[in-house]
């Protein structure tokens, strides 16, 4: 009788949790726990409670007691993905190991495997563990993934080809904001622009693709729209001393240094010490006494 009031306890907090309800989660998990000590799957659902607030030693301990009861390939992978937050590494991919060795085909442990190489800067590894999992299924995530990778090795081309060959959905501005930065970099400004522009109609608040456009104008010598884009930037963010900064800049790289000190003047109000903005503020100074 315990074990199925625990089963029922245990449900309900996993729709609390589900629902970002999670004390009440925990205080159903601890109901479900007290009716039944031995039970994997309530110790899991705590391992993911205290993961998801952040106590990742807590959830390490809750993920190794449900493997020890049962030995279930998730249980190992959530493990992993929470020694990976403590930053230990080696153990985080032992449990991926492990996991693959219970199913080979774990999806889970490959993801955990491919973003361990990624921050490790194993790319080679990465690229290995991408491709297993687009062989395995054609998840358009995967090509976006291994993309990454590619743009970190300065591969533009194969970055390309992993994101041509995936059907952008709307909504997508992540995939559209790659294509743009790789076509950047092989000098196709024309078509960068054009990605970064959908990206924007995905996402029209999102200053790090606008800056992008904005780069990429100022790249082409359309200084005029590549200010718009910085100045649309500072209505969104009227604090933003960087993008302040790189409008001076282009100001100063037009002449017009009045203009370009009025905003490292303003830039430098909100962060005083912004050595960017001191170096200019003085390059300006000297230039408009010469």
């Given at each position: 009788m315990?074990?199925?009031?625990?089963?029922e306890?245990?449900?309900?907090?996993?729709?609390?949790?589900?629902?970002?309800?999670?004390?009440k989660?925990?205080?159903?998990y601890q109901?479900?726990?007290?009716?039944?000590?031995?039970?994997?799957?309530?110790?899991?659902?705590?391992?993911?409670y205290?993961?998801?607030q952040q106590?990742?030693?807590?959830?390490?301990?809750?993920?190794?007691?449900?493997?020890?009861?049962?030995?279930?390939?998730?249980?190992l992978v959530?493990?992993?993905?929470?020694?990976?937050?403590?930053?230990?590494?080696?153990?985080?991919?032992?449990c991926?190991?492990?996991?693959?060795?219970?199913?080979?085909?774990?999806?889970?442990?490959?993801?955990?495997?491919?973003?361990?190489?990624?921050?490790?800067g194993?790319?080679?590894?990465?690229?290995r563990?991408?491709?297993?999992?687009q062989?395995?299924?054609?998840e358009?995530?995967?090509?976006?993934?291994?993309?990454?990778?590619?743009?970190?090795?300065e591969?533009?081309?194969k970055a390309?080809?992993?994101?041509h060959?995936?059907?952008?959905?709307?909504?997508?501005?992540?995939?559209w904001?790659?294509i743009?930065?790789?076509?950047?970099?092989?000098?196709n400004?024309?078509?960068?622009?054009?990605?970064?522009?959908?990206?924007?109609?995905?996402?029209?608040?999102?200053?790090?693709?606008?800056?992008?456009?904005?780069?990429?104008?100022?790249?082409?010598?359309?200084?005029?729209?590549g200010?718009?884009?910085?100045e649309?930037?500072?209505?969104?963010?009227p604090?933003?001393?960087?993008?302040?900064?790189?409008?001076?800049?282009?100001?100063?790289?037009?002449?017009?240094?009045?203009?370009?000190?009025?905003?490292?003047?303003?830039a430098?109000?909100?962060?005083?010490?912004?050595?960017?903005?001191i170096?200019?503020?003085?390059?300006?100074?000297?230039?408009?006494?010469?």
């Amino acid at each position: 009788m315990d074990k199925e009031k625990a089963i029922e306890k245990n449900n309900q907090g996993a729709t609390c949790f589900l629902n970002s309800q999670y004390d009440k989660a925990l205080a159903y998990y601890q109901e479900a726990i007290d009716l039944d000590p031995s039970n994997p799957s309530i110790l899991n659902n705590l391992g993911l409670y205290f993961h998801q607030q952040q106590e990742y030693a807590i959830a390490v301990d809750y993920f190794k007691k449900a493997h020890a009861l049962v030995q279930k390939p998730h249980f190992l992978v959530n493990q992993g993905n929470a020694l990976a937050m403590l930053e230990k590494f080696q153990e985080a991919d032992r449990c991926y190991e492990q996991a693959l060795v219970l199913d080979p085909t774990h999806k889970g442990a490959r993801i955990g495997q491919a973003q361990l190489a990624m921050h490790a800067g194993d790319y080679q590894r990465a690229i290995r563990c991408w491709k297993k999992l687009q062989q395995e299924d054609a998840e358009s995530g995967y090509a976006v993934e291994l993309a990454k990778v590619y743009m970190k090795l300065e591969s533009w081309e194969k970055a390309l080809n992993q994101l041509h060959g995936i059907q952008i959905e709307d909504g997508d501005a992540l995939a559209w904001r790659m294509i743009g930065q790789c076509e950047y970099q092989l000098k196709n400004f024309g078509l960068a622009v054009k990605a970064f522009k959908m990206a924007l109609a995905e996402n029209p608040e999102q200053v790090g693709i606008r800056q992008h456009l904005a780069v990429t104008y100022l790249a082409m010598g359309r200084s005029e729209e590549g200010i718009y884009q910085l100045e649309v930037i500072l209505r969104l963010e009227p604090t933003n001393y960087q993008i302040m900064t790189e409008l001076a800049v282009v100001f100063l790289s037009k002449g017009e240094r009045a203009k370009a000190i009025a905003w490292l003047e303003k830039a430098l109000s909100i962060q005083p010490d912004f050595l960017k903005a001191i170096r200019y503020k003085k390059l300006a100074e000297t230039a408009q006494q010469s």
